[in-house]
T-cell receptor
Framework: QKEVEQNSGPLSVPEGAIASLNCTYSDRVSQSFFWYRQYSGKSPELIMSIYSNGDKEDGRFTAQLNKASQYVSLLIRDSQPSDSATYLCAAARNSGNTPLVFGKGTRLSVIA | SAVISQKPSRDICQRGTSLTIQCQVDSQVTMMFWYRQQPGQSLTLIATANQGSEATYESGFVIDKFPISRPNLTFSTLTVSNMSPEDSSIYLC???????????FGPGTRLTVL
């Protein structure tokens, strides 16, 4: 199993809907989890971090972590065309003091 | 977060030449990293730039091809040596800052090798 896995998409949702992005991870990464947004031609931008089980909300974004099932998700409420981007899931390895492991990213398209 | 800059932002180079990319941060950071992102792909870690010692390279990347310097806690360079068209990619530096394991990325350097 890869350390961090995402469905590459594309995921298409209508404007105003909830976009749900999912990520699963292996036993080798379980410390910290992050969601990055990357617009075409730009570098990744940190959206959310989550460290413990449950939900973490920031504006229209909610990150959900379920360590028992080894998945982390990102919900985007009231999706806007400007949310159209690739979303990268990342996790820290258990060994500590190492760089993040990134998934391949999910391309989201919000249709006006 | 921090302000991270990279130079150059883009370049077009000839096969067989070398390019040095600079990464500057506006605050001192312990951990700096270099990534490559090929067209349509996710991020691939090249190496961790260690201050005061040799960089730690990931499998598939070697110092002769990608020499890295880290003279202080705010600056690093990545050189892409003896370039071939396969090296055409976006090169990104990142730093670890703030909450545990949190990384922030520079704007990237878009390299095209002819």
């Amino acid at each position: 199993q890869k350390e961090v896995e995402q469905n590459s998409g594309p995921l298409s949702v209508p404007e105003g809907a909830i976009a749900s992005l999912n990520c699963t991870y292996s036993d080798r990464v379980s410390q910290s989890f992050f969601w990055y947004r990357q617009y075409s031609g730009k570098s990744p931008e940190l959206i959310m971090s989550i460290y413990s089980n449950g939900d973490k909300e920031d504006g229209r974004f909610t990150a959900q972590l379920n360590k028992a099932s080894q998945y982390v998700s990102l919900l985007i409420r009231d999706s806007q065309p400007s949310d159209s981007a690739t979303y990268l899931c990342a996790a820290a390895r258990n060994s500590g003091n190492t760089p993040l492991v990134f998934g391949k990213g999910t391309r989201l398209s919000v249709i006006a | 977060s921090a302000v991270i800059s990279q130079k150059p932002s883009r370049d077009i180079c000839q096969r067989g030449t070398s390019l040095t990319i600079q990464c500057q941060v506006d605050s001192q950071v312990t951990m700096m990293f270099w990534y490559r992102q090929q067209p349509g792909q996710s991020l691939t870690l090249i190496a961790t730039a260690n201050q005061g010692s040799e960089a730690t390279y990931e499998s598939g990347f070697v110092i002769d091809k990608f020499p890295i310097s880290r003279p202080n806690l705010t600056f690093s360079t990545l050189t892409v040596s003896n370039m071939s068209p396969e090296d055409s990619s976006i090169y990104l530096c990142s730093v670890e800052l703030g909450e545990a394991d949190t990384q922030y990325f520079g704007p990237g350097t878009r390299l095209t090798v002819l």
